[in-house]
């Protein structure tokens, strides 16, 4: 029996602490979408099982939290990605919006993974699709995003791994080994795990340079000279315009001046099946996970029945907490700004004071409970209030506000008159 | 066969203009919320059927979206109700939080009713709890914020109706009515059906006095003398005390100055096993549905073991934009404040003009898609964008900004410079 207090595994209630940082965190992210031009919309948490049944390079199927609808019989889905939503929105009710659509979304989705570090059922993505242009300009505008975004967030030490899904994809394709030896061989790439490649490649025939360049690119990371390196590699012609592509990608990242937290990485073919060209993940210093990942996806819209190339990404707002704590750089939050306790019978001057501060935006408890100015105080502290602002108590004079800073212990007595005129002006009422 | 695009009944995507008008609202809401001391928590969006199989009044158990959980076998939910979700939490992680606790939320509920106006199958509720208080300060504050929440959502013409659940209650326990016609009594009392209240009644046996006082019920509608005519009314014990703690929450509603939009209405008893209190409800004048909704109910966390009385209430965000549909009183939203076109080849001085105007909170869409300036122009009219800001065309000289004003079709030509110095002092570049 388990207990009715009980939550279900992998999902998480978030307390008023816990729930500021979020908010603030995701605030700071949808903040920089906004001022990039991007436009919030938002999706339902469930959908026709069909509209997430696409390869999506992770094996989502599984993944996938499903439902009976009671009426019609069909399979429903939780949401287990935002991104065939917009797809899907692109191609029906927002068809005949002028392109480039530029759409951000901040909303939780559901996957059946077993919870690990930073990683929950129900978790967080804020992201953003660029939809409409397949220039190397929107793939930096996406990367010069992510950039600004981990700087909002407050990370002090991260890097993008850029790499291009069609490097590793043409070289595959002109080698066509066994579709199961093909998927090893892309998980000992993106594992860079040179032993590995090494034995699955020797029994694969084919051009001796390709599989040469194959076993190279591993090795491939780092800044812009490891395209003039990839540039005496074999290659066949997909590969080298993917290279060429990320070349026109890096120089206009280089105008952005973000390119200093930029990493080329050849061997990078993040959710294969899914990206067409350009994919990138952020990472933190010393952690081992993607805060945000994202990429080309030329062909998901079509799927919709609507051809149009796309890029996006999206921010893990889980991991991107996970590492603020790491740096110690999670946002400070606070409860509110101030309790108002009054002790005088009649409430009036403090319902108006109370709707004074408020309208200059402060956070204003009241103390509705019946007990002594210690008890009040104590419930300030334990509530994280700065600062309680005291009517008719028998520590002060008529006609007298008291305020008592709970950080510092300070206190003092000020005129009602006066405390209520500043407030009422519309300055800080503290500095009296 | 279903297309893929096709979306389930119920559920809705918002496209950018209605996401704005949303998030608009809520964060109105939420900011009235903020500053009266209520801090926002976030629940999971599903839970272990239990959490939300307890007597809610409404039949919610038909209405639940329930699934399997793959691996432990047991009955999910998707969240149909977020306060016992906040009453579970308040009995669990904050057990030691210092009382009161003053919580909001704003989030999707799941209900399997029929889509009507206003009222979808996902639909989003923002709202508080106020736990460990039992007093009529406590019920005060709570209506005194719904008022301000319909003002601050930008409706001008409502009323908030408020009942107490324990007169109906008192009389129906001191007459004992076989629970059938108890809850035909329940439903016509709350319909204000004089003759089918009548009939019923016809057939329950008791004190004559009683019975005239519940076919008295549904004239008890209007302001505080309403409480005078109900006092001339026979009574049992319990919803005399009823009728005296419903009074001193309409003394402090006089003290807020906010009895001008509060209607008492004896014959409420909304919800009516889940309250036991107060209860009140929003209606924009003409519509007869509740915008918000809520009301006091001392026992539901002590269904999880930790007895503590409560109030809270919801705002329905479908529809109070229903409401303000009607009353035409939608907030306004548009696009991007600029479209920056950059015909250079070099684009680093758009890159830092983007970021300058960035920086100063302006939301700059950066044209990256090759087409001549009428079609950029046309671009952002149809994207709802105000202004366009151009480098480098044909039609200005060099080291000039033209700024074109999509709204009223003026155009100005300014120096860089200057256009690039007033940005960077923090002044509106279009008072130049």
Not at 241 to 255: D, G, K, R
Not at 354 to 375: E, N, P, T
Request: charge should be negative.
């Amino acid at each position: 029996m388990i207990p009715r207090t009980a939550i279900p595994k992998g999902v998480r209630v978030f307390t008023p602490e816990e729930t500021a940082r979020r908010r603030a965190v995701e605030g700071k992210l949808l903040s920089v979408f906004q001022r990039w031009g991007f436009r919030e919309i938002i999706t339902p948490t469930f959908e026709y099982l069909e509209v997430f049944e696409q390869p999506t390079g992770e094996d989502a199927g599984d993944q996938i939290f499903k439902f009976v609808d009671r009426q019609t019989g069909r399979l429903l889905a939780l949401r287990v990605d935002i991104t065939p939503q917009v797809a899907r929105l692109v191609a029906t009710t927002l068809r005949q919006a002028p392109l480039p659509l530029r759409l951000a979304y901040a909303a939780t989705v559901f996957r059946y993974h077993e919870p690990r570090a930073g990683r929950q059922r129900e978790f967080e993505q804020i992201g953003v699709e660029l939809i409409g242009l397949d220039r190397p300009e929107a793939d930096a505008e996406m990367i010069a995003m992510a950039v600004e975004g981990c700087q909002a967030a407050g990370l002090r030490a991260f890097q993008i791994d850029v790499g291009q899904a069609e490097v590793v994809r043409g070289l595959l394709n002109a080698l066509q080994p066994a579709p199961a030896v093909r998927s090893r061989i892309v998980s000992a790439i993106r594992r860079k795990d040179p032993l590995e490649l090494d034995l699955l490649l020797q029994e694969v025939p084919g051009d001796p340079g390709l599989l040469e360049t194959l076993r190279a690119l591993p090795q491939l990371y780092g800044g812009r000279e490891i395209l003039d390196q990839a540039a005496r590699l074999h290659f066949p012609p997909a590969s080298r315009a993917a290279l060429a592509n990320l070349a026109e990608v890096v120089t206009i990242l280089e105008n952005y001046e973000v390119a200093e937290h930029v990493i080329l990485d050849l061997a990078e073919g993040h959710a294969f099946e899914y990206y067409t060209g350009v994919v990138f993940g952020a990472f933190a210093r010393g952690l081992g996970y993607q805060l945000a990942s994202g990429g080309r996806y030329d062909h998901l819209i079509g799927q919709f029945d609507y051809p149009c190339p796309a890029i996006g990404f999206t921010f893990d707002l889980e991991r991107v907490l996970a590492a603020l704590a790491a740096a110690e750089s999670l946002p400070e939050v606070s409860g509110p700004d101030v309790l108002l306790i009054d002790f005088s019978p009649d409430k009036r001057a403090a319902h108006r004071l109370a709707r004074l501060l408020r309208d200059r935006g402060l956070a204003v408890a009241r103390d509705i409970i019946k007990r002594d100015l210690a008890g009040s105080l104590a419930y300030a502290k334990a509530s994280a209030i700065r600062r309680a602002v005291i009517l008719g108590s028998a520590e002060q004079p008529p006609e007298t506000v008291l305020v008592h800073d709970l950080v510092t212990g300070t206190r003092r007595t000020l005129p009602l008159g006066a405390f209520v005129q500043t407030v009422a002006q519309g300055d800080s009422p503290w500095e009296i």
